[in-house]
Nanobody
């Protein structure tokens, strides 16, 4: 079984920065996509940023593109989200998602982290 463990959330003042990490453990053959989502209270889950085998991409939001950076360490099966110039509206639970294949010839599937809270408030 694959487990995703997130870390790096917390409380920060507006304008501050946080770096989220999400590490996958277990049997993994190929990772095809790594994504960060967020869900604020009363709102739908939204895609923040993603990397896939076609190249690094971001959700089509200019504000996020300017402030957030997704990166990865393939040797550690880890994806990061550097978040700068944080705003109160960035407050949400941030969840990582991997689309991967556990064993060669197996069927790829989605795996989710448990989520980490990010709170931006003065």
């Amino acid at each position: 079984q694959v487990q995703l463990m997130e870390s790096g959330g917390g409380s920060v003042q507006p304008g501050g920065s946080l770096r989220l990490s999400c590490a996958a453990s277990g049997t993994i053959s190929n990772i095809y996509a790594m994504r960060w989502y967020r869900q604020a209270p009363g709102k739908q889950r939204e895609l923040v940023a993603q990397w896939n085998t076609g190249g690094g991409t971001y959700y089509d939001d200019d504000s996020l593109k300017a402030r957030f950076t997704i990166s990865r360490d393939n040797t550690k099966n880890t994806v990061y989200l550097q978040m700068n110039s944080l705003k109160p509206e960035d407050t949400a639970v941030y969840l990582c998602n991997f689309f991967l294949r556990q064993v060669a010839g197996g069927i790829p599937a989605d795996y989710w982290g448990q989520g980490t809270q990010v709170t931006v408030s003065s």
